[in-house]
T-cell receptor
Framework: NAGVTQTPKFQVLKTGQSMTLQCAQDMNHEYMSWYRQDPGMGLRLIHYSVGAGITDQGEVPNGYNVSRSTTEDFPLRLLSAAPSQTSVYFC????????????FGPGTRLTVL | GQQLNQSPQSMFIQEGEDVSMNCTSSSIFNTWLWYKQDPGEGPVLLIALYKAGELTSNGRLTAQFGITRKDSFLNISASIPSDVGIYFCAGAPKTSYDKVIFGPGTSLSVIP
């Protein structure tokens, strides 16, 4: 199993550009989520999904969209990038029932100029 | 909103020493989790705790779920260089996916 994979690993955008961060898992996990990590602030939940076709907002959803068309994939879209979105983004997944025990991907480091 | 505090913020120790760190909250949690993050990598789950007073070990790591349900502790015995990284605590008021809250982390450096 590859676990949770994320692409790209690094990305630089200009303000106003759009892009999609990809996340995939091969563990047949129902729960998937996106976090952003900023220095000294831990991990903050952006959006999450409890299964295909179902998504919901986390703590910091503004400026981000998600969709969950399959169990395996959970892409995060930035519609119009802003410098405040410069961060490291992590995707995570977990089983139903032990949904707090999350497996994390390696992260995408995003810089918005 | 709910916040978790971790202490110490950072620590530098000699190889072979024991390490203690803790996590506190003003709210009651039903789940406590400890993760480790290596540089440039995603967090990896070390220990999960689901019952007040619970003491759980994973190799040289031992974590406890505080009796008050507002704190948790992580101990590392006989530290080695590969223990270097950031240790995050996370808590959830119930087994609800969206309510997991992460602390700011404790950065551990081990001097050989």
């Amino acid at each position: 199993n590859a676990g949770v994979t994320q692409t790209p690993k690094f990305q630089v955008l200009k303000t106003g550009q759009s892009m999609t961060l990809q996340c995939a898992q091969d563990m047949n996990h129902e729960y998937m989520s996106w976090y952003r990590q900023d220095p000294g602030m831990g991990l903050r939940l952006i959006h999450y999904s409890v299964g295909a076709g179902i998504t919901d907002q986390g703590e910091v959803p503004n400026g981000y969209n998600v969709s969950r068309s399959t169990t395996e994939d959970f892409p995060l879209r930035l519609l119009s990038a802003a410098p405040s979105q410069t961060s490291v983004y992590f995707c995570a997944s977990s089983y139903t029932g032990t949904s707090n025990e999350q497996f994390f991907g390696p992260g995408t480091r995003l810089t918005v100029l | 909103g709910q916040q978790l505090n971790q202490s110490p913020q950072s620590m530098f120790i000699q190889e072979g020493e024991d390490v203690s760190m803790n996590c506190t909250s003003s709210s009651i949690f039903n789940t406590w989790l400890w993760y480790k993050q290596d540089p440039g990598e995603g967090p990896v789950l070390l220990i999960a705790l689901y019952k007040a007073g619970e003491l759980t070990s994973n190799g040289r790591l031992t974590a406890q779920f505080g009796i008050t349900r507002k704190d948790s502790f992580l101990n590392i015995s006989a530290s080695i260089p590969s223990d270097v990284g950031i240790y995050f605590c996370a808590g959830a008021p119930k087994t609800s996916y969206d309510k997991v809250i992460f602390g700011p982390g404790t950065s551990l450096s081990v001097i050989p």
